[in-house]
């Protein structure tokens, strides 16, 4: 069963390689960009560029997930696995990871190609590489849950990132007051352990609310 869903997602995404190749480009485009406008001042360059590459990962993720159920929810599967005997949270878990895999992942490979370009330490690098590991899986299933509660509306593209884009702020914080404080010599573990907190709260509770949020968006 995991091989089929993930052989089933696989095609998806690869099905229209956009999906996987715009975060990226877009990602390269705004590191490319930075440098020209702002000059060749390094200290300013290492100071933003953790906040470039969280930028492009809530972009990465209001793209990724803003029609994320409009194929199956129109092809009829998405009602076809909710009434179905299988688990469908499982399903709905398994579709959260694959999201992320295809779409912030590809980006996470490429930090420590960008660390060395703008001449960021591996301190500074490793902090960066692990907030966005532990972050961004939240910001793909908050995203989603947007994606499943504005379902069938015809303005959704417009709700989703209204809705969501708040619930992105906690991660936020405390992932940019953890790359601040490794910078300043400053303990950063409390960050982290409040991000893996959030992330053990919402990745295995996300399945659930999702099944019930598209419940009600198909019976509605």
């Given at each position: 069963?995991?091989?089929?869903?993930?052989?089933?997602?696989?095609?998806?995404?690869?099905?229209?390689?956009?999906?996987?190749?715009?975060?990226?480009?877009?990602?390269?485009?705004?590191i490319s960009i930075f440098p020209l406008l702002i000059g060749p001042d390094k200290v300013l360059l290492n100071k933003i560029v953790p906040g470039i590459v969280?930028?492009?990962?809530?972009?990465?993720?209001?793209?990724?997930?803003?029609?994320?159920?409009?194929?199956?929810?129109?092809?009829?599967?998405?009602?076809?696995f909710l009434t179905s005997d299988s688990s469908v949270e499982f399903i709905l878990f398994l579709k959260i990871i694959s999201c992320w895999l295809f779409t912030c992942f590809p980006i996470i490979i490429f930090i420590p190609l960008v660390s060395i370009f703008f001449n960021i330490s591996m301190k500074d690098s490793f902090i960066i590489i692990s907030t966005l590991v532990i972050g961004s899986p939240v910001?793909?299933?908050?995203?989603?849950?947007?994606?499943?509660?504005?379902?069938?509306?015809?303005?959704n593209s417009i709700?989703?990132?209204?809705?969501?884009?708040?619930?992105?702020?906690?991660?936020?914080?405390?992932?940019?007051?953890?790359?601040?404080?490794?910078?300043?010599?400053?303990?950063?573990?409390?960050?982290?352990?409040?991000?893996?907190?959030?992330?053990?709260?919402?990745?295995?509770?996300?399945?659930?609310?999702?099944?019930y949020t598209l419940s009600l968006s198909i019976n509605n």
């Open positions: 069963m995991i091989k089929t869903l993930f052989y089933k997602e696989f095609q998806n995404y690869f099905r229209n390689l956009s999906s996987i190749f715009l975060p990226l480009i877009f990602f390269f485009l705004i969280w930028i492009t990962i809530i972009f990465t993720t209001l793209l990724s997930s803003n029609n994320f159920f409009k194929d199956d929810y129109n092809n009829g599967y998405l009602e076809t910001l793909i299933s908050i995203g989603i849950f947007g994606s499943a509660l504005t379902l069938g509306l015809a303005k709700l989703v990132p209204i809705i969501i884009l708040p619930f992105f702020i906690p991660i936020l914080i405390f992932s940019a007051s953890a790359i601040e404080s490794v910078s300043s010599g400053t303990p950063y573990e409390m960050q982290i352990y409040i991000l893996l907190a959030l992330l053990v709260f919402v990745l295995p509770t996300m399945p659930y609310l999702l099944k």
